[in-house]
């Protein structure tokens, strides 16, 4: 149990395109899910935390009109990247909590990595 | 900044023998949870300890946390070339989790 997915694992887009990344709890609901940002070799850093039919909270310095997160359902969470370039390249991973399972733990998926040309 | 500190940063040891990552964290936390990642992968959660537990044991796994140091460590007993990753520590607070730099650990066969 208490596997996430994400889609694409790996995306390459134009410089000034939007690049959508979901996010999908596929064996139990999850309440909240959060969103990261990993450089080469550092760590991650969190970005945003989104409640289910809420508006998800950003870090600071993080841009939400750059990156869009949408909670719709108990099991889904997308980001989109808005007029990428290339500095947002990076690899980017979703966790989500979930009430039944363990609602202190999270469980992350395998990453997306973005390339923007 | 968000994250913690964890030491050492890289650490290479022979198959056998035993690794111990450490980490500290900045705030107050509800828990500490360790997790692995292999290379271009996502996170796998490892092991928790909440902030009244001292010790916490898993397999081949052990945990300490002192919350007076704001300190814990991650202990891998009679390690193998599979525990290769880079191991990180993330810090529960306010709902959400502040990683540590993390530790590379390469276990040579």
């Known amino acids: 149990g208490a596997v996430v997915s994400q889609h694409p694992s790996r995306v390459i887009c134009k410089s000034g395109t939007s690049v959508k990344i979901e996010c999908r709890s596929l064996?139990?609901?999850?309440?909240?899910m959060f969103w990261y940002r990993q450089f080469p070799k550092q760590s991650l850093m969190l970005m945003a935390t989104?409640?289910?039919?809420?508006?998800?909270?950003?870090e600071q310095g993080v841009e939400k009109d750059k990156f869009l997160i949408n909670h719709a359902s108990l099991t889904l969470s997308t980001l989109t990247v808005t007029s990428a370039h290339p500095e947002d390249s990076s690899f980017y991973i979703c966790?989500?909590?979930?009430?039944?399972?363990?609602?202190?733990?999270?469980?992350f998926g395998p990453g997306t990595r973005l390339l923007v040309l | 900044s968000q994250q913690g500190e964890e030491d050492p940063q890289a650490l290479s040891i022979q198959e056998g023998e035993n690794a111990t990552m450490n980490c500290s964290y900045k705030t107050s936390i509800n828990n500490l949870q360790w997790y692995r990642q292999n290379s271009g992968r996502g996170l796998v959660h490892l092991i928790l300890?909440?902030?009244?537990?001292r010790e916490k044991h898993s397999g081949r796994l052990r945990v300490t946390l002192d919350t007076s140091k704001k300190s814990s460590s991650l202990l891998i007993t009679a390690s193998r070339a599979a525990d290769t990753a880079s191991y990180f520590c993330?810090?529960?607070?306010?709902?959400?989790?502040?990683f540590g730099s993390g530790t590379r650990l390469l276990v040579r066969p």
């Open positions: 989104s409640n289910e039919g809420s508006k998800a909270t950003y």
């Open positions: 064996d139990f609901q999850a309440t909240t």
């Open positions: 966790s989500a909590e979930g009430r039944q399972i363990s609602g202190e733990t999270q469980y």
């Open positions: 993330g810090a529960d607070s306010s709902y959400k989790l502040i």
């Open positions: 300890i909440r902030s009244n537990e």
